[in-house]
């Protein structure tokens, strides 16, 4: 197909730029030796983000305002306390672990795509994440964004139409003009239905051996790859 | 003072970090020529900025919805066609001449500091300008912005007292953790008022020759210096 139109790649962050499981399960394995807690800190990690989903839906259906995904993450934190043996910790604790979304670390492949990426298309992210939490994570992490679009700054959760159009429209782009690339066939499905052109990442691994979804591309996207490079690879870069 | 409570530096932009009287004379010079249309260029730049503060005025007092800045440049542009000879242009051309604002370049000492900066503090530009016009700037001039905030994504236009508080807000910041950098004394008073802190850069040949306000700090800002270094050295970068 012609990708001359594009004129933007908008990402999904959480499991498509960088691999959350393995981050957090990483430090928190580091902490807990640190703070003697012998637990299985990748189940942690799995339980942490199931709570995801259910946390964003509330906002999404209107029964409750917008708040950011900081203050989710660290409701959502407070479920897990007793049961990973982290209830002795002190607030500043607690607010360090939350902020561990903001330490995240991309896939191997994902830096070196975006960088061949960002010298033909602007990048931008179109996550869930906060403002806050994307712009620390990228100077963490070197992820070279040219803008931080998505969620607070539309005030929505994806898969919420406004997310999307809100990020094409700062861009002063039609949907037209933007490749949604995500590792997630939901997210790719709510862009495509928008007009958005598409770009999937397999990342079976995103949730460990256990991962049941997202194990292929489940429409004809207009790229499918296995690694960001793919991505560049496919739009000619 | 002691700065260790700062997190991150906002920036004004036109003025500030570019140079838009020159960019836009240089270019418009090359399209003079090429176009054989002979005029006083740098005065056109003066003409177009100085329509500027009265378009933003109807938004800010609610005459008007908000509209971004590049429609604001365009309208001016308008009043401008018949006194310097643009008005046989087609509407792709006076585009791109809209865009020349897309396209500033940086004073010489910007990006050495802001590069220096950068290392200890977040980065973010919190101009009139709007998303679309910085991203495109800062890819064709390789600004090294962690975040673009400022009119756009407050939906209002400085010095009101939103555009600085939403920016703020948006990186999770108290205004205290802020320091507004400017090369202009209004821009800086706004911000200080709200509880930002202060750095303003001399800039006395931004308007040229004829220049008649900020040739000089007006108040005892946090930071005064004559270059974008010497904020850094200021904040020990």
Redesign the interface.
């Known amino acids: 197909m012609a990708h001359s139109e594009i004129k933007a790649l908008l990402f999904d962050v959480f499991g498509t730029v960088v691999d959350w499981r393995g981050s957090i399960t990483r430090e928190m394995q580091r902490f807990g030796e640190a703070h003697k807690i012998n637990q299985n800190w990748e189940q942690f990690a799995l339980d942490w983000r199931a709570l995801y989903q259910p946390a964003m839906e509330g906002i999404r259906s209107g029964d409750r305002g917008y708040v950011k995904l900081?203050q989710l993450h660290r409701e959502n934190l407070q479920q897990l306390l007793h049961g990973y043996e982290l209830e002795a910790l002190s607030e500043t604790q607690l607010d360090h672990i939350n902020r561990v979304w903001h330490r995240l670390q991309p896939w191997a492949d994902s830096l070196p795509g975006m960088n061949r990426l960002k010298k033909n298309y602007?990048v931008?992210s179109l996550s869930n994440g906060?403002?806050?939490l994307m712009?620390n994570m990228?100077?963490h992490s070197a992820i070279p964004w040219?803008?931080?679009l998505g969620s607070?700054?539309a005030q929505g959760y994806k898969p919420q139409d406004k997310v999307y159009l809100h990020g094409a429209q700062?861009?002063?782009?039609k949907p037209a003009q933007c490749m949604m690339v995500a590792a997630h066939n939901d997210d790719l499905h709510a862009a495509r239905s928008l007009g958005f052109k598409t770009a999937y990442i397999n990342r079976p691994y995103e949730y460990g051996d256990s991962q049941a979804r997202d194990l292929e591309a489940e429409e004809p996207w207009d790229i499918v790859g296995e690694y960001m490079t793919d991505i560049a690879t496919g739009l000619g870069c």
């Open positions: 900081d602007v931008a906060n403002v806050e712009v990228a100077r040219d803008m931080i607070e700054t700062m861009l002063g782009l």
